[in-house]
């Protein structure tokens, strides 16, 4: 193998649905490209996808955004370290001036810190318009060290990211402080439906998200996560969209939430760390641009809304996968079956 | 967009290196395909690989391999729970025929279990070959579950999958059971070359190591995982190789342990749940199949023989990666230029 | 205040119950001594006892014991460390040899290990009789380290604990692979018990355990537990019973599991690292004694019998605590007015 | 043994010290009074409190306090639950108004939320004056839900209390968030002294450090948290002062950070989370407050003033204890037979 030559890794991919959407971003039908080596995935979604067109639209809520570095410095000691980081925080509109200096899009909106002996853990966190903004923070961190540094003389440097982050990883700092969008999909799925499109019972898929995602999860000495595969349905669609599909680390850490009501199921999923966007790298592909393109999130809106259109449809995405397969377990034998059939 | 046809989406890939590696499976050199919409990745791991050149090589041991499914069952209260468990526990051999026939390869090793109230979740062990396995076990498990209900008559089928297995989770289980290949890396780089070709000195990556990977991501509340960036290059890697690369969820859990011997610097990942495989899902692709080839995975060996060999290189090309993010985030600024220069 | 004079800390204790158990172990009413500074704690717990004689008593089952100590060695590479760990775990029988010489109770039942770098983290797991063990581990791990070094001496010595033990610390390690008592309690409450003695309803309960415990815990980024306060009965029959109450840390890790089973409330505490003895440190005081004598936990037994009696019923206790606190927990109001009732 | 007649648990206790303090709060020798089972602690702690007298002290900062809890609430889905929290976050001073009516110390400082499908998960942060503040956050959200289900009629009642708080659970949440006081303490240990009255290096002591307290309790699953045996000093401490002694579950998860700096020993613990209060629960009896007095902690000072001198003074004790038994373990069989010794 000759090194250095540019080539391609061509990954299946088939576009998938429609899924009906609902809620305060969009309501309307979208058929959703997957890419992924598992292509009985692609069976799985389609049939979330019906469930979502017969039973009227997963309502989908994006509640929060922003994309975080955390930076690493030394004071003297952890007063002095708690000293300057009080000032800090108090500054945000100064270093907001600083930030400003490296991009048009990124805005410091908080900051959170850890103190442990006498170093600073600060969590810088930022809205990055429709980019994920991994590159964007780092540009502005490189740029707000050195005011730091020379604003707080006693505090010396030690690293441009220090794990607090957190990127890639799973923790709990993300899920709690937020890192990417927040997106909540719901669907009420009737009774009928439930048995008659999904072979099981409102009652069943209840019982088994108990028992499986959540119990077993904790079981497995899981963390902030309940879900059967958020991964699965996350790397296919990260990786026809031209996501860092690395990021469907933090992003897989979501639950879901499943009741009885009034006779009928209803299904939730919630992920709390969905990082996406529709610019920056990996964008220029002509594949991923058309797809970006054919989902609507090239649309000329205010930055950031392509983004979150582009996660609400991710998270109803995953629910379809999620419902599927959860409904498949219930009834024994049934996964094997489908993927021996698929997969022939 | 047209549903239902199959396309594909181009991942840009390079193959990268030489690699040096040494150890108890192989003692050459290997240049390593990498496919990644992150492409500064290819640099970063090329100028590890350079080091493992220069340095003599990057020692690997794979030191245990298995793939796990947990099932659900239900009993009618703990103890009967546990008094099953006791004798389904010492019947390996007879469940060992039920395995037989569902696969050549699968091999069930070992069990663990936990029971919670009339619960249980029965972890089953398995060596699966080449292949990584997720849909041998499986099938394992379907032809299990029916003989155990009908040996163990007071047990109710409840999941085929009960997430302690755990599959595409960030759990605490799988590094503490294994699942996947226990992969550890280790290299020893002369102080010279640490300064000349990294421009760093030892102390200082053993310094970071410290303060990032194992207090920072402890501090984000991380679970058993202690390193920079293991993510980017498992997906790189599984992407190139055909892997189901939602495994780089269990896959990036994983620590780095740096030391200053005798002014020289002891760099090591270790990897308790790399899960690849040279068969199977994936695997049928033309370029895949022409990577693993390249890669000497497809030689006619032992069944398990080729996958162990793609596990050490995997690892060895995770240490590359880390070294040379770590050596670069111990010098202000030197991170963000390099992502400015390379991605222009 | 003079140093070095020997006082005492006397924290108030009532006689709590009777709790009635039933199950493999006894079947008996037994009155439970807690110790604690938050008496309302009395009340709580007194009021699911009441439950447990008019619904027939709790079952109790005990299945699992254990106490470990985790050594850390040193190899000169990971492959070497492997090869060390493969031969040190095959050969239990001559390690009980040198486990004797140390203690008549304590018995090697099983090893676990842990490979990072050249660093051996190697967990000794023993039955420890009636003790809790903790001095018998350390030991008998004192006396076996001597033994590994000398039988395998390309090792070197690091620590006589790793933390991977792990001793009063909150971890995943010891519910997966067992640290003191694995304990599960169970019990049936009929519908109409449950509103006139708990004002509440099955349905209540099962919703507020989901909704709190599961998956409340779950986005504090909990650790392998959901319960609402097994914590408080555990510091409270620790103190009085005389055992190292620093193990409620790992002791309070545990599921409550809830379901409506035709009408009625089934409902079961799974503590699976309940860490008690009925010998050893603590235990000579006369009211320590006295309070175990009165349990029925210091007759004639084989060894381990009167300390799996003790476990036994520490985790009816925590039932009929946790019970009553999520009962009152269904209705708005409550919790505060029994607290302010009672402090006063 | 009768039923309801109060008694009373005498632990074991002994006034430790005099250990040396310095920083902000306090600069002064304070004899510490431990109450527990396990008494070499006592000479544990007290060679620490030595070498504090030796090295001129152990600098001591508290740098946030807080108590907290979470209600939970439901809307009718999740954008509606989102829109609600937006509007009462923004409403602090009109909660402060309902809050002033429970209590003339608690202060609503900060609120935090998740959303799960249509569940609202609220953590109310209180500061509380010289309480831990258990009840009088209780108290207050008790005070607050009727006036929130007033203002947001779409909101309905689930729990006052949903394990976000998290209260007595090992979870990441309070790290992150804060929940009792932030403590952090610094000692500076000269070679010399470091190699004459602890038998070990500076190098040892760090070599540990990492590989026990870092790495191993990483590989334990272990969550926010590298110390040996924060747990025994908090106990002990606690169960002196009056403290909820539950509370050090979550007390108990800190980081030791050693360093060698210019040949010489910088040691430090970090404790996040430490729960201490000097009026409330606990605190009427006799032997407690004397404890408390003797501890200079119940001084006419500003509301919070003496829980903080206690919380510093506690953060000294824990660091006391912490250094001599790392030290300790960097010499083998010097743990064991010191215990034998002390034991007997």
């Not at 061509?10 to 899924?19: A, C, D, L």
């Not at 898929?205 to 999860?217: R, S």
């Not at 966007?277 to 970006?292: A, I, M, P, Q, S």
């Amino acid at each position: 193998m000759k090194a250095h030559k540019i080539q391609q890794a061509p990954i299946p991919m088939r576009s998938v649905g429609p899924i009906r959407l609902t809620g305060h971003l969009l309501d309307e039908k979208v058929w959703v490209p997957l890419a992924t080596y598992e292509t009985p995935l692609w069976h799985s979604v389609g049939r979330g996808a019906r469930i979502s067109v017969l039973a009227g639209g997963i309502k989908t809520s994006v509640i929060d955004e922003r994309m975080s570095r955390s930076i690493l410095l030394e004071a003297d000691d952890a007063w002095a370290a708690h000293q300057a980081l009080l000032s800090i925080k108090s500054r945000r509109d100064a270093m907001n001036k600083v930030v400003g200096l490296s991009s048009r899009f990124a805005q410091l909106i908080d900051m959170h810190s850890q103190v442990v002996a006498n170093l600073i853990y600060l969590r810088l966190e930022f809205t990055t318009g429709d980019a994920s903004g991994h590159n964007m923070v780092t540009n502005a961190a490189d740029k707000l060290i050195p005011w730091i540094l020379s604003e707080y003389p006693g505090l010396r440097y030690s690293s441009i990211s220090a794990n607090y982050c957190s990127d890639k990883k799973a923790t709990a700092v993300n899920g709690i402080l937020g890192r990417g969008k927040y997106v909540v999909t719901e669907i009420l799925i009737p009774r009928e439906l439930c048995e008659r499109k999904l072979h099981t019972t409102p009652e069943k898929v209840v019982d088994l998200n108990i028992k499986k995602n959540l119990i077993g999860t904790l079981l497995a000495g899981g963390l902030r996560s309940a879900n059967a595969h958020y991964a699965n349905m996350l790397l296919a669609f990260y990786l026809a969209t031209g996501q860092d599909a690395a990021n469907i680390i933090e992003g897989s850490q979501g639950v879901v939430h499943a009741e009885v009501r009034d006779g009928d199921l209803y299904f939730s999923c919630t992920l709390p760390n969905l990082i996406v966007g529709t610019v920056g790298n990996g964008k220029g592909l002509d594949f991923v641009e058309e797809n970006l393109r054919l989902l609507g999130c090239k649309e000329d809106r205010d930055p950031g809304a392509n983004a979150r259109r582009l996660a609400a449809i991710c998270g109803a995405t995953v629910l379809c996968g999620e419902l599927s397969l959860l409904a498949a377990q219930t009834n024994p034998g049934e996964l094997m079956e489908a993927h021996l059939k698929l997969e022939r």
